[in-house]
């Protein structure tokens, strides 16, 4: 069984960089063809897709959130992380990573962490 869990701070002041880890346990980032994303859900609001880094360790991103996100991964510990700069109270949300394919340009994601709360605030 596939397991996600996100790690960071809860708690980011603006225009710092919000970073996150997403640990993975039973299966590798690297088998083919898994997606591996990170989405966001603001309070009151619908999930948002922010970017993924799939098996290849080629980069994908949001156009909206491209010029301050970047995703990485560290193979050696099966982890991908987001970093998010210059970030302002509207990246306020709980933050997921997700493991997924692509299928006619569409995700399908299968396994999701639990989420994690992140606030921006002063």
């Known amino acids: 069984q596939v397991q996600l869990q996100e790690s960071g701070p809860g708690l980011v002041k603006p225009s710092q960089t919000l970073s996150l880890t997403c640990t993975v346990s039973?299966?590798?980032?690297?088998?083919?063809?898994?997606?591996w994303s990170w989405i966001r859900q603001p309070p009151g609001k619908g999930l948002e897709w922010m970017g993924a880094?799939?098996?290849?360790?080629?980069?994908y991103y949001s156009p909206s959130l491209k010029s301050r996100t970047s995703i990485s991964r560290d193979t050696s510990k099966n982890q991908f992380t987001l970093q998010l700069s210059s970030v302002t109270p509207e990246d306020t949300a709980v933050y997921y990573c997700a493991r997924g394919t692509v299928v006619g340009g569409v995700y399908n994601y299968d396994y999701w962490g639990q989420g994690t709360q992140v606030t921006v605030s002063s």
């Open positions: 880094i799939p098996y290849s360790g080629s980069t």
């Open positions: 039973g299966g590798s980032i690297t088998t083919n063809y898994y997606y």
